[in-house]
């Protein structure tokens, strides 16, 4: 179970850091993605962590946004920065048991790899 936490309403230039608890396995073994949706759109990709920290951005989103990890608080971060109107959105998290190295690049921005999904949290940015 995945359990996303951390929006809220920002200004534009402003700050924040979205976490994702995983309850009931252990999320060293996982690999972590977040996606993000606007009404009518479809979820698309943010960014994605591996077991073992490779990881992958989408490319509108490079140096804004940064995902990590705490595999001793099981839990995963997307921090962003420089937040713009246009990042406004619900963002999920989601996880996979992926303790491979063979799994491609295009594997972490599929929202079909991915197992266990949280439930979404609201980031608006105003103005």
């Known amino acids: 179970q995945l359990q996303a936490s951390g929006g809220g309403l920002v200004q534009a230039g402003d700050s924040l850091t979205l976490p994702c608890v995983l309850s009931?396995?252990?999320?060293?073994?996982?690999?972590v993605g977040w996606f993000r949706q606007t009404p009518g759109k479809e979820r698309e990709f943010v960014a994605a962590?591996?077991?073992?920290?490779?990881?992958y951005y989408s490319d509108s989103l490079v140096g804004r946004f940064t995902i990590s990890r705490d595999n001793a608080k099981n839990t995963g971060y997307l921090q962003m920065n420089s937040l713009k109107p246009e990042d406004t959105a619900v963002y999920y998290c989601?996880?996979?048991?992926?303790?491979?190295?063979?799994?491609?690049?295009?594997?972490?921005?599929?929202?079909?790899?991915?197992?266990?999904w949280g439930q979404g949290t609201q980031v608006t940015v105003s103005s």
């Open positions: 962590i591996t077991w073992h920290q490779r990881t």
């Open positions: 009931g396995h252990t999320l060293s073994s996982f690999a």
């Open positions: 989601a996880a996979r048991q992926a303790r491979s190295t063979s799994y491609s690049r295009s594997d972490y921005r599929r929202r079909d790899w991915y197992s266990y």
